[in-house]
């Protein structure tokens, strides 16, 4: 059963680099779609973006300017990065697995628990 | 504010039905089919429930289904059950925006 775990800083300062990585476990990368999803407080899910294990990404188009996510397949890992954080960026990042489903496109099939990001000074 | 619109709580008694809906535009749920629900209970992460508007993944109960009607997608709860207490949100894909989230419904059960 595929495991994903995220990890990274839990609190950063305003214009600091936020940086996670999602390690999964029990499965490979191969033909799927490996997502960043963020929650700020009391708000709702927010899509950031996703790339393929081939390493071809898209992203949400608010955040296309900032954001980048890469995957090493030899780690088993996918990565974000969202530089200049402001208290704005203060969310719950998840990372998910997006599958192709029986001509229904692609769903979130696989998440991880969540991590807590705080940007304060 | 999300892209998409959930009511904040939806209630029910054991054995009811229930239904969450999921109101977007016609850049997403109306244009698209396919939205997806997912189930998460505090501290847990996501489930998926519902793909491509009304399709179960393996494993998940018959008590879930799905449909839509022009911007607005719906969840269905048959047969209440104390363990389906949890809350629920709908996504849609979105075109050029990739994809869109709603608030989420708090489900009770009384």
């Known amino acids: 059963q595929v495991q994903l775990q995220e990890s990274g800083p839990g609190l950063l300062k305003p214009s600091e680099t936020l940086s996670l990585t999602c390690t999964v476990s029990?499965?490979?990368?191969?033909?799927?779609?490996w997502s960043w999803i963020r929650q700020p407080p009391g708000k709702g899910l927010e899509w950031i973006g996703y790339?393929?294990?081939?390493?071809?990404?898209s992203y949400n188009p608010s955040l296309k300017s900032r954001v980048t996510i890469s995957v090493d397949t030899s780690k088993n890992q996918f990565s974000l990065k969202l530089p200049s954080v402001t208290a704005a960026d203060t969310a719950v990042y998840y990372c998910?697995?997006?599958?192709?489903?029986?001509?229904?496109?692609?769903?979130?099939?696989?998440w991880g628990q969540g991590t807590l990001v705080t940007v304060s000074s | 504010q999300s892209a998409l619109t959930q009511p904040a709580s939806v209630s029910g008694s054991p054995g009811q039905s229930i239904t969450i809906s999921c109101t977007g535009s016609s850049s997403d749920v109306g244009n698209y089919n396919l939205v997806s629900w997912y189930q998460q209970h505090p501290g847990k992460a996501p489930k998926l429930m519902i793909y491509g508007g009304s399709k179960r993944p393996s494993g998940v109960s018959d008590r879930f289904s799905g449909s839509k009607s022009g911007n607005t997608a719906s969840l269905t709860i048959s047969g209440l059950q104390a363990e389906d207490e949890a809350d629920y949100f709908c996504c849609s894909y979105a075109g050029a925006s990739g994809y869109v989230f709603a608030a989420g419904t708090k489900v009770t059960v009384l």
């Open positions: 998910a697995r997006a599958s192709y489903y029986d001509s229904s496109g692609y769903s979130f099939d696989c």
């Open positions: 029990g499965g490979s990368l191969s033909r799927s779609y």
């Open positions: 790339i393929y294990y081939t390493g071809g990404a």
